[in-house]
């Protein structure tokens, strides 16, 4: 409790009256463990100084010339309450909790009901302040925020009800739902404070705040929603928040101290300081800094904006209102603190606009919850899909859960969508003299996404000389003999004993053999510290990637995937176990085309089950079931045509730099005509897309992996494989080139642990793919380990090449492996895991295919 007029000796001059003194109380006996907070025992009592001596308070940092000291005549200017703004509700019904505690009933109530610490909520105003919820300490009677000077909203007895309600509360007729509102944010900083030794008083002059007006209309928005009477002074900001006075600066006419902090010597010529005296708390600050965090990311967002080309400050701030969700809140869920940008850049994305939003809500049993959406607009097919893009929002929805608590977090995602007439309603409704400016702007920004189509900003271009690619460990090159005369080849990586994870006496790892897709690197990637090659050696095992008929650097002008599944694999195969004996066996990890083929070499004969170890294939199985998107494009005579203008030379070069003949241009002129999902400003990119569709949603990979897939990595396509895998897309599996089905009909041949991995954010290949070929697993090899994975937020390659990948994607890859080496140790110690024979039926895939949809792991 403050004793007024208490005196501390500061020098043998006599003793100097302060303006706010504290004394301590005893601190209660408690365990210190159990407070939960450090040394804080949640009072609620920190505005009037902390009674049990928790943090510093204004009796223990003070300072005065009045003894001597020569300081610089700004002393006591540039004073700043940083835009605060005190107000006081009363008499609210809503369970304030917000007194703070006396020594009489402090022990009586649990820690964690108690109101402690005074500050538990805040909201942010678009107009660039934040009003923070307070507790009122015991020190400062309530009644003092109702004097007759003080301005009261709404206008009634307000007198008689302070008076009243102080009497009830007092008599303990009913709990005080009363609390205090801080508003922060920025003003002037031109106030003024001083001692006048004549009266033994403090001169105040308070900084100029031109946002006054505006936080007192939001404290009355405030004071309406909790159903109380609004308290507080009209005429100048009040703080708790006291900033300058004693302003660094460069020298003593314009400031008390150095940017050291360090007071400067008045009567010193060359500006020195006073030894050993220093200002070390926020009277060194010479203005407001309002809510400084916000302001620098709207800064950060700014400066890329500008960079990328497009800034639209009208379309981003802070947001109000409520959501409502009776499936969690019966009440309404009140925006705390919101976020809106509606035309969000990416520079990997840039014909995308996005549209992000971000509320932290407030329930009124006291749970927190943070939604997060966003909208994604693609300028795909010129705005056909603009209204569900543009009223669609994909949202995630996470209850705050403190690190102490025990109940359970809520975790949920999904959709939000708009119908026309909300959708007017909400047009309609808007207000302000910018409404017209900020309508125009957001068309405008619709427009140059789906019409004009002009990216915002580009891909970033790196010099291939500076182009940091992470070292690997050697390598050796096999090149390999097939068995009908075409030379291909295998890099191998030994991995370094000294990272081995083998505990000592058991049998080391299998090696990992890796098939790439169509042409393009999904394992070897030098600019990326975590791909699956580096990730296998670390686990400890010998890495092998294939590189086939269709890789770049062994390009075939005449073949077909059969001849990978009868030549390529068979080969390379037969050269892992010649190196380690015949017995070993091969963990294969295959992906797109690469899976189809493994497949068929599996299914064909040409390669034996009892030399895989295990399966796993991303996006591709003995089943390929694309999109509705490609499906129409490899429906249409799209690859006959390319195949007739590209004539004999069927290899196709990509390379802006690389020679061209005119049949191959007009190919390349074509396949960018194409319509894709995303679309890119690199040409190569723009090329494969217009061939393929888009292999990768582009937010997923980092620059520097785009730039090396593009300009280093496939210097140019081998399209001879086109007409057969168009088959197979046409018929949903996998057949010769003949279009016979001769691999199906051998599920006996697929006797082996296996893993189907697909994308959750659809891109070519649907997860109907793994869907279908787990079931045949499980009905045709109930006796094996099988697996199926769907991970949220991938599309295609990128569950391979993607920034996350090891994160997300990698695991399930590894535990694949792990397990089918326990279980290959439980067969040759005499022992076999043995799994359901039941054979499961056919219905409908449980995954729902959308954006961003949950994972499904479904395994036995």
Avoid at 829 to 837: H, L
Wanted: proline fraction near 5%; charged fraction near 20%.
């Amino acid at each position: 409790m403050p004793i007024v007029g208490e005196e501390f000796e500061e020098t043998s001059h006599g003793p100097v009256k302060l303006s706010v003194t504290f004394d301590i109380e005893d601190k209660p006996n408690r365990s210190l463990e159990n407070q939960g907070m450090g040394s804080c025992l949640a009072c609620g009592n920190c505005l009037a100084g902390c009674p049990y001596n928790a943090k510093n308070s204004t009796d223990k940092t003070y300072l005065s010339q009045l003894r001597g000291l020569k300081l610089s005549e700004a002393l006591g200017s540039g004073f700043s309450c940083n835009g605060n703004a005190v107000a006081y509700v009363a008499g609210s019904p809503a369970p304030l909790n917000a007194y703070g505690l006396g020594k009489s009933n402090f022990s009586e109530i649990p820690f964690q009901e108690r109101p402690g610490p005074s500050i538990s909520s805040s909201y942010t105003s678009s107009m660039g302040f934040t009003i923070q919820s307070a507790v009122l300490p015991t020190a400062y009677p309530d009644l003092i925020f109702k004097g007759i000077v003080t301005y009261i909203w709404p206008y009634r007895s307000w007198f008689l009800y302070g008076v009243i309600d102080k009497l009830t509360h007092i008599l303990g007729l009913k709990a005080c739902n009363a609390m205090i509102l801080n508003a922060m944010g920025y003003d002037q900083s031109d106030g003024k404070i001083t001692f006048d030794k004549d009266t033994n008083k403090i001169r105040f002059s308070p900084p100029h705040d031109r946002l006054l007006s505006r936080k007192i209309e939001s404290f009355q928005k405030l004071a309406k929603k909790i159903g109380g009477i609004l308290f507080m002074s009209k005429y100048r900001s009040t703080s708790v928040h006291l900033l300058g006075g004693c302003n660094a600066s460069s020298d003593p006419s314009s400031g008390v101290c150095n940017p050291n902090g360090q007071v400067f010597d008045r009567r010193s010529p060359t500006s020195s300081v006073l030894p050993g005296l220093y200002v070390c708390d926020a009277s060194l600050i010479p203005c407001s800094v309002g809510m400084s965090s916000n302001t620098r990311t709207w800064t950060e967002v700014d400066q890329k904006s500008s960079i990328l080309g497009v800034s639209y400050p009208l379309l981003r701030g802070k947001v109000g209102g409520y959501v409502v969700f009776k499936a969690l809140e019966v009440g309404e869920l009140h925006i705390i603190d919101g976020e809106v940008d509606l035309c969000a850049v990416d520079e990997r994305t840039p014909y995308t606009q996005y549209m992000r939003y971000r509320l932290l809500l407030a329930a009124s049993s006291g749970s927190r919850y943070v939604l997060e959406g966003k909208k994604v607009m693609n300028p795909y097919l010129f705005g056909l899909y603009a209204w569900r893009e543009t009223t669609t929002m994909h949202v995630t929805f996470n209850k705050v859960v403190m690190n102490d608590a025990k109940e359970e977090g809520v975790k949920l995602k999904g959709k939000l969508c708009i119908s026309m007439t909300e959708l007017l309603k909400c047009l309609i409704s808007l207000k302000g003299n910018a409404r017209g400016s900020f309508m125009s702007l957001l068309l405008l920004t619709f427009f140059r996404t789906y019409i004009s189509q002009v990216p915002r900003g580009s891909h970033k271009e790196f010099n291939p000389l500076k182009l940091h690619q992470k070292p690997y460990p050697n390598s050796t090159l096999h090149e390999i003999q097939t068995e009908d005369g075409f030379t291909i080849s295998c890099q191998q990586w030994k991995c370094n004993e000294n990272t081995l994870k083998v505990e000592e006496g058991e049998n080391k790892l299998s090696p990992v053999l890796l098939i790439n897709g169509y042409a393009t690197e999904s394992y070897w990637l030098p600019t990326e510290s975590n791909d699956l090659v580096r990730t296998l050696l670390d686990e400890g095992h010998e890495t092998w990637v294939l590189q086939p008929r269709l890789h770049p650097s062994n390009s075939s002008n005449n073949f077909t995937i059969v001849d990978i599944a009868r030549f390529d694999i068979p080969s390379v195969i037969n050269t892992i176990r010649y190196l380690h004996g015949p017995t070993v066996k091969i963990h294969v990890v295959a992906h797109c085309v690469g899976g189809l083929a493994i497949h068929m070499a599996l299914m064909g004969g040409h390669v034996s089950a009892a030399h895989i170890a295990s399966l796993c294939c991303t996006n591709s199985s003995m089943f390929f079931k694309l999109n509705a998107s490609s499906r129409f494009k490899m429906w249409l005579p799209l690859i006959p045509m390319s195949m007739v203008i590209l004539g004999k030379n069927t290899i196709l070069p990509l390379l802006e730099t690389s020679n061209a003949t005119s049949r191959q241009r007009l190919l390349k002129s074509i396949a960018r005509l194409v319509p894709r999902y995303e679309r890119s400003t690199c040409n190569e990119c723009e090329v494969v897309s217009g061939i393929f569709g888009n292999t990768f949603w582009h937010g997923n990979i980092s620059p520097t992996l785009h730039y090396w897939l593009n300009k280093q990595n496939l210097p140019h396509l081998p399209m001879g494989a086109f007409p057969h895998l168009r088959k197979i897309c046409n018929t949903d599996y996998i057949v010769d080139h003949n279009d016979k089905n001769s691999y199906l009909i051998h599920p006996e041949r697929m006797a082996l642990p296996t893993l189907y991995l697909s994308g959750g954010r659809t891109l070519l290949v649907t997860p109907h793919t793994s869907f279908l070929a787990n079931n045949y697993m499980k009905m045709h090899q109930p006796g094996f380990r099988r697996e199926r994975v769907v991970v949220e937020g991938f599309g295609h390659s990128d569950l391979l090449i993607g920034e996350e990948s090891h994160v997300k994607v990698f695991p399930h890859i590894l535990t694949q492996i792990r397990l089918a080496e326990e279980d290959e140790r439980s067969v040759m110690g005499g022992e076999r895991t043995k799994y359901n024979q039941e054979a499961l039926a056919w219905g409908d895939d449980p995954f729902v295919d959308g954006w961003d949809s949950s994972p499904i792991n479904k395994s036995e």
